[in-house]
């Protein structure tokens, strides 16, 4: 039986919808068991990992086989083809939420350095972008996914002064190297959490108003 | 006049090659400008970088234009859809050369560190790496595909090897924390290039096979 076009594009949104989900809930059970030093946090991760792996490959043969059986034009085909952008930077902040998880166990078993500069603070604020982002590629809200394209600014301005102050922490000593390094390597890749979250919301901005937004600033 | 599909799928093939071309090129300056200390080889990397992202939007348009107009299947839709991938990696390749280089320059304000450890080895592999990943492409040839999915593994070992050597510099007071700093992002900056031609790769052997080699260790 042939399904229903329109149910298909709801079952790919869903799939993106899981997707992202996992992505947050595995990044936030991280930096959570960074702060409290306690690595079971952290046991679901491979599984969400496991599971964001098999979405990627799902999402990008229903997309396929939509374009190849339905030829959709106009609004559905830039729904299909922003949800094969959409899957791609999933899947990445997938693996940066691996690495951001192999980072934080080579940190706990370190003896516990304090404090953890403002990596918590901006932990939150990527989870957010990661959220709305999907959230304004749900709703097709271009204003939710401005605010998402501007706060990445601020998660390069505060990844920019963890590097300083940790430079600082270590050219003073008070800050061994191999913590400061982790530390460096969260931050990076958090940020990196951040630019994919970007480039969703621009993905969004682009099916909702039909205007490619990127490489241009917003005011 | 509609121009010939076949005439529009060569178009699009040869834009992505000239991205490629002009990410490899951004590459392989910034690292001889760090091993010459001579910041004149970057010269050409911001128009590089202008040109990439134009090159960006005119990829996804044209892809976009030619799903909606022709409604390809098969083969062809593969090919469509592959070069949707392939630009996005190319995008962020160009990003990331762009890191590379502001990187570079803040090494080139300080007095000179060496030994630049095995970046400058590192950074050739990468270089072939983007370079076969696109031949590949061109070709169709699943087997130069394959090598490029190989290459991926020296790579992170370098990275590795590269991350240890550093550290036990700065530990024994050998190396100072800004150039090591440096060093890293350096390095992890080309393992992502590596990363995204390892991408390209596997869109190749998908293009080329029908099989979705992600998420599975190729013998």
């Known amino acids: ?3 229903p076009f329109v149910n298909e594009l709801g ?8 997707m992202g989900g996992l992505v947050e809930t595995s990044i936030h059970n991280t930096i959570r068991s960074l702060v409290e030093r306690d690595e079971k946090l952290m046991a679901g991760l491979w599984d969400n990992e496991r599971r964001i792996n098999q979405l990627d490959i799902d999402i990008d043969e229903s997309a396929t086989r939509l374009l190849a059986l339905h030829q959709p034009v ?10 094969i952008k959409i899957n791609s930077d999933l899947e990445r902040m997938g693996d940066l939420a691996v690495n951001l998880a ?6 706990l078993k370190r003896p516990p350095f304090r404090p953890l500069v403002d990596i918590p603070h901006m932990s939150k604020i990527v989870e957010a972008m990661v959220r709305r982002s999907l959230d304004a590629f749900v709703r097709r809200d271009a204003a939710l996914a401005q605010n998402v394209v501007m706060s990445d600014d601020e998660v390069d301005d505060l ?3 963890i590097y300083r102050e940790l430079l600082e922490l270590m050219e003073t000593g008070e800050a061994p190297p191999g913590p400061a390094f982790d530390l460096i390597f969260i931050a990076h890749n958090l940020e990196r959490v951040a630019d994919h979250a970007t480039n969703i919301a621009q993905d969004v901005l682009f099916l909702v108003k039909g205007v490619d937004v990127r490489h241009h600033h917003l005011s």
Do not use: G, V
């Not at 079952?11 to 899981?18: A, G, Y």
């Not at 106009?74 to 949800?83: Q, V």
């Not at 192999?102 to 940190?107: G, K, P, V």
């Open 11 to 18: 079952d790919l949104q869903n799939k993106i919808l899981e």
């Open 1 to 3: 039986m042939i399904r």
């Open 102 to 107: 192999q980072r934080s166990l080579s940190m």
């Open 159 to 161: 990844k920019d002064s």
């Open 74 to 83: 106009a609004r559905d085909l830039r729904f299909i083809t922003a949800s």
